[in-house]
């Protein structure tokens, strides 16, 4: 199946309102990367620093209208020219063999790795790492409340712990968890399709005997010592009581997803029963920590 890609030519400030506003448009993907071989050396603790000039690429259905979607950006932007841009149609197998382009290992914490099919794997002898091949539809961690999620696994201690990843998407965080030395790992969605894909991404890492998957409703097992919710606030908000049955006394919660604006209502929400201590910030998005009373 073929697939249509468009290329924008950005300076770093465009980045952002283009790659929101493309994957508001149905983008299946958006991806970034340096247009000038530009190195970025020692960037700033939890920030993600940006070239100078970006190659923004949106892939799309082959049966989308890439020319509306060109008219519906320039009115979305209010912009009376869009940056310089070029559309490809790219066949399912090129697509299969150039994505390595796009994506490199990324580094998160001091020993924590994810590392795309191809690459040499990470010098470190310490280096914990994640083989996971980018989809059309994936988490590889390069959002910030993924990376949010994934810093705090590799900067605290979950050995022998019980884990639970609410909302596991691509099982990015289960993965993780089970690889730094997790006990028992809990994945949990609603959406079966990301049942599979957790599975098999935790199957192809060697950890599928300490990950298991399950839908909301068919959680039986004993309470976790940390509950990571990498989901939005509206339903973070709706799931208290949910948290607390499945956390244990002084069991820690871990939620992201949410945006700097959000953080009080998110608190508003858990403060009977949570007491918070750290934040994390990257861009807007933040993450919070909390015991279980």
Same mark, same amino acid.
């Given at each position: 199946?073929? +697939?249509? @890609? !468009?290329?924008? =030519? ?8 283009? #790659? &929101? ?29 940006? +070239?100078? @000039? !970006?190659?923004? =690429? ?8 890439? #020319? &509306? ?29 150039? +994505?390595? @382009? ?192």
């Amino acid at each position: 199946m073929p +697939w249509q @890609e !468009i290329t924008f =030519t950005l300076n770093a400030g465009q980045a952002k309102a283009y #790659e &929101d506003a493309l994957m508001a448009m149905g983008a299946l993907s958006v991806t970034l990367r340096d247009a000038l071989d530009q190195p970025i050396l020692e960037p700033e603790p939890e920030t993600t620093p940006l +070239w100078d @000039e !970006i190659l923004l =690429t949106a892939m799309f259905d082959v049966d989308a209208q890439v #020319e &509306d979607i060109v008219a519906s950006l320039q009115t979305c932007l209010q912009t009376d020219q869009l940056a310089e841009y070029q559309i490809e149609v790219l066949e399912d197998q090129e697509w299969r063999l150039t +994505w390595k @382009e796009h994506f490199k290992p990324m580094q998160f914490g001091e020993r924590l790795w994810i590392c795309p099919s191809g690459y040499e794997r990470p010098s470190q002898s310490d280096a914990v790492v994640i083989d996971l091949d980018p989809g059309l539809a994936f988490g590889t961690g390069s959002h910030p409340t993924t990376a949010l999620c994934l810093q705090w696994l590799d900067g605290h201690s979950v050995k022998n712990k019980t884990v639970i990843d609410y909302g596991c998407g691509s099982g990015i965080l289960a993965i993780a968890a089970a690889k730094l030395g997790a006990r028992q790992v809990i994945a949990i969605d609603n959406d079966p399709q990301a049942l599979q894909a957790t599975k098999d991404n935790a199957a192809a890492n060697a950890v599928g005997h300490l990950v298991e998957v399950a839908a909301p409703e068919s959680i039986v097992q004993e309470k976790a010592d940390i509950l990571i919710a990498n989901i939005l606030l509206e339903p973070l908000t709706g799931l208290t009581d949910v948290f607390r049955k499945l956390l244990s006394p002084a069991g820690e919660l871990v939620m992201s997803g949410v945006l700097d604006t959000q953080v009080t209502a998110l608190q508003e929400a858990y403060i009977s029963h949570f007491n918070f201590d750290t934040c994390g910030q990257q861009e807007e998005w933040v993450r919070l920590h909390a015991i279980f009373k």
